[in-house]
């Protein structure tokens, strides 16, 4: 305990140290760690404004307590303090926490040593899962992700931004198509740039034999797994449309000045696809890459707090007689990993927006950033098919044995909590359905639009090579004839003819129509 109390000398240089939260509950009473909502924020859902519970900061072990709340016990009281009271729900959550935290909680919960050892390299844990008998542990690893807030922001205005297009195209008769379809370049202008920040973690939780009910959450330490940003559609404008908007467009404030747009974030902190941000592969030499390292690094701990993880867990834990506090650990433990699905939807929601912002741009008539464009798509492609590959061990391996595990935990007197379990289960096998399903299409539609920007610049390059060779059959005649006659020979009649010049542009232009009407034979021969 005297080691634990001083966890801040432990990770030196770091942004945040490890934590402990614990609560205590049953349907009359919930203690520990929990501070109840008392505001609500704004947030867009179905197509919408929407008002939410706010979740509160929590209070970890050891921290004073909230106005209105109780303080929770110390890492010392809480390691020597064993719940076992029936009918009530232990649940434990240490996040991000160092080696000395993970043999802490091993001893205290008298994990197996094969978990702890799990538990001391989770950062690089496959998805998977293990039932034990008896009183034993049984656990699973769940691949998290979180959007950032930059991300989340810049979404959910793009999503407001195209509720109000969409308006404006029905009062005015235009439609919009599927997503979008812009008649006018003024509306593509005014679209706002979307960010890609997408960080992940795996999360641990362990369960006990019903006459225990206790649950234990870990989280392992996050790092980013995408950072970038959709190009602005003013850098695409072809060079006539920048003279025009230059020239004629500009539009300026009453007082003279011409605001300029400020940007949240620049290109220059984005991250290509499989971009490393272990301590190991940065070179901390350099201060600029320190800096950018430690940047990132407070930026994801700041979109994955212990309250953005379990905040709809936490709002459920402030009600009374909610169906998570009236229901058994089991249901926790399903709760908790239905909550953190629903987060892949939102990530692919966020990259079809990007994917289709970045198809228009594409799509634009003598763009000059079509190479940028095109690397972003590739980026997208490369980062779906990551997430692809992490989700479906998950669907297909762990998932279908939960089931098996709940209903064979529970004593059979639990009747309503096994049905919870069972249509939490159900819903996470469709969020888990719907994004691999709409994943691989996006993935196709990547594969298609580089497919079609490859096409498209080798028909380029033919056109230029066709022009060439256009230019090069008028002259070819004209080269003929002039290496001809610049030949020194001493006895050339041609040289001394009255007319000679006009002879030698006669004669160039004859045998250019012959050399014509010989190719123009030829290719209509060849046609099918």
Same mark, same amino acid.
């Given at each position: 305990?005297?080691?634990?109390?001083? /966890?801040?000398?432990?990770?030196?240089?770091?942004?945040?140290? *490890?934590?402990?939260y614990y609560y205590n509950y049953d349907g009359n009473?919930?203690?520990?760690?929990?501070?109840?909502?008392?505001?609500?924020?704004?947030?867009?859902?179905?197509?919408?404004?929407?008002?939410?519970?706010?979740?509160?900061?929590?209070?970890?072990?050891?921290?004073?307590?909230?106005?209105?709340?109780?303080?929770?016990?110390?890492?010392?009281?809480?390691?020597?303090?064993?719940?076992?009271?029936?009918?009530?729900?232990?649940?434990?959550?240490?996040?991000?926490?160092?080696?000395?935290?993970?043999?802490?909680?091993?001893?205290?919960? #008298?994990?197996?040593?094969?978990?702890?050892?799990?538990?001391?390299?989770?950062?690089?844990?496959?998805?998977?899962?293990?039932?034990?008998?008896?009183?034993? *542990?049984?656990?699973?690893?769940?691949?998290?992700?979180?959007?950032?807030?930059?991300?989340r922001r810049a979404h959910d205005e793009y999503l407001? *931004? !195209?509720?109000?297009?969409?308006? %404006?195209?029905?009062?005015?008769?235009?439609?919009?198509?599927?997503?979008?379809?812009?008649?006018? #370049?003024?509306?593509? #202008?005014?679209?706002?740039?979307?960010?890609?920040?997408?960080?992940?973690?795996?999360? @641990?939780?362990?369960?006990?034999?019903?006459?225990?009910?206790?649950?234990?959450?870990?989280?392992?330490?996050?790092?980013?797994?995408?950072?970038?940003?959709?190009?602005?559609?003013?850098?695409?404008?072809? @060079?006539?449309?920048?003279?025009?908007?230059?020239?004629?467009?500009?539009?300026?404030?009453?007082?003279?000045?011409?605001?300029?747009?400020?940007? $949240? /974030?620049?290109?220059?902190?984005?991250? $290509?696809?499989?971009?490393?941000?272990?301590? &190991?592969?940065?070179?901390?030499?350099?201060? &600029?890459?320190?800096?950018?390292?430690?940047?990132?690094?407070?930026?994801?701990?700041?979109?994955?707090?212990?309250e953005d993880t379990f905040g709809q867990v936490l709002?459920?834990?402030?009600?009374?007689?909610?169906?998570?506090? =009236?229901?058994?650990?089991?249901?926790?433990?399903?709760?908790?990993?239905?909550?953190?699905?629903?987060?892949?939807?939102?990530?692919?929601? =966020?990259?079809?927006?990007?994917?289709?912002?970045?198809?228009?741009?594409?799509?634009? %008539?003598?763009?000059?950033?079509?190479?940028?464009?095109?690397?972003?798509?590739?980026?997208?492609?490369?980062?779906?098919?990551?997430?692809?590959?992490?989700?479906?061990?998950?669907? $297909?391996?762990?998932?279908?044995?939960?089931?098996?595990?709940? /209903?064979?935990?529970?004593?059979?007197?639990?009747?309503?909590?096994?049905?919870?379990?069972?249509?939490?289960?159900?819903?996470?096998?469709?969020?888990?359905?719907?994004?691999? #399903?709409?994943?691989?299409?996006?993935?196709?539609?990547?594969?298609?639009?580089?497919?079609?920007?490859?096409?498209?610049?080798?028909?380029?390059?033919?056109?230029?090579?066709?022009?060439?060779? =256009?230019? @090069?059959?008028?002259? !070819?005649? =004209?080269?003929?004839?002039?290496?001809?006659?610049?030949?020194?020979?001493?006895? @050339?009649?041609?040289?001394?003819?009255?007319?000679?010049?006009?002879?030698?542009?006669?004669?160039?232009?004859?045998?250019?129509?012959?050399?014509?009407?010989?190719?123009?034979?030829?290719?209509?021969? /060849?046609?099918?």
């Amino acid at each position: 305990g005297a080691l634990l109390s001083n /966890s801040s000398d432990l990770l030196p240089g770091s942004a945040a140290t *490890w934590q402990i939260y614990y609560y205590n509950y049953d349907g009359n009473s919930c203690e520990g760690s929990l501070v109840p909502s008392r505001k609500t924020v704004e947030k867009f859902s179905n197509n919408s404004w929407v008002e939410e519970p706010m979740v509160e900061i929590q209070m970890p072990c050891g921290a004073e307590a909230s106005p209105g709340c109780v303080a929770p016990l110390s890492l010392n009281e809480f390691f020597m303090k064993h719940v076992s009271e029936e009918n009530i729900t232990h649940w434990a959550h240490a996040h991000n926490p160092s080696q000395e935290c993970i043999l802490a909680l091993g001893q205290h919960y #008298r994990l197996r040593v094969h978990s702890q050892c799990l538990l001391a390299r989770l950062e690089s844990a496959s998805p998977q899962v293990e039932y034990a008998d008896g009183l034993d *542990w049984s656990s699973v690893v769940f691949p998290a992700v979180y959007v950032d807030k930059h991300a989340r922001r810049a979404h959910d205005e793009y999503l407001s *931004w !195209l509720r109000n297009e969409q308006t %404006k195209a029905e009062k005015s008769g235009r439609n919009l198509g599927g997503q979008k379809k812009f008649k006018f #370049r003024e509306d593509f #202008r005014d679209e706002p740039r979307l960010h890609i920040g997408v960080v992940r973690l795996n999360l @641990m939780i362990f369960w006990s034999a019903t006459s225990e009910t206790t649950v234990v959450s870990v989280a392992s330490a996050p790092k980013y797994f995408a950072k970038w940003s959709t190009p602005s559609s003013r850098l695409n404008d072809s @060079m006539a449309t920048s003279i025009w908007s230059w020239c004629c467009c500009r539009r300026r404030a009453p007082k003279g000045y011409q605001p300029i747009p400020q940007e $949240e /974030s620049s290109d220059s902190d984005d991250l $290509e696809a499989g971009t490393s941000l272990d301590e &190991d592969t940065i070179d901390l030499d350099n201060q &600029d890459a320190k800096f950018r390292f430690l940047q990132m690094q407070a930026q994801a701990e700041e979109c994955t707090r212990f309250e953005d993880t379990f905040g709809q867990v936490l709002v459920q834990l402030a009600q009374d007689n909610s169906v998570l506090r =009236m229901g058994s650990y089991s249901q926790l433990v399903y709760r908790i990993l239905l909550n953190r699905s629903i987060d892949y939807l939102y990530v692919l929601s =966020m990259y079809e927006a990007a994917i289709g912002n970045l198809e228009e741009q594409l799509a634009i %008539k003598g763009g000059s950033n079509k190479a940028v464009l095109i690397n972003r798509v590739s980026t997208a492609k490369l980062e779906l098919e990551a997430m692809v590959r992490v989700v479906e061990p998950f669907f $297909e391996n762990v998932l279908p044995k939960l089931p098996a595990l709940v /209903s064979h935990n529970d004593d059979g007197k639990a009747i309503l909590p096994t049905r919870v379990c069972r249509h939490y289960k159900f819903d996470m096998q469709n969020n888990f359905d719907e994004f691999l #399903r709409k994943a691989r299409t996006q993935i196709k539609l990547c594969d298609s639009l580089v497919a079609e920007y490859d096409r498209k610049s080798k028909d380029q390059v033919n056109s230029v090579l066709n022009y060439l060779t =256009m230019v @090069m059959f008028v002259i !070819l005649p =004209m080269q003929i004839l002039t290496g001809l006659y610049g030949m020194n020979f001493k006895h @050339m009649p041609e040289l001394e003819w009255q007319y000679g010049y006009h002879y030698f542009f006669t004669l160039a232009a004859c045998v250019t129509a012959l050399t014509a009407g010989v190719v123009l034979c030829v290719y209509q021969a /060849s046609l099918p």
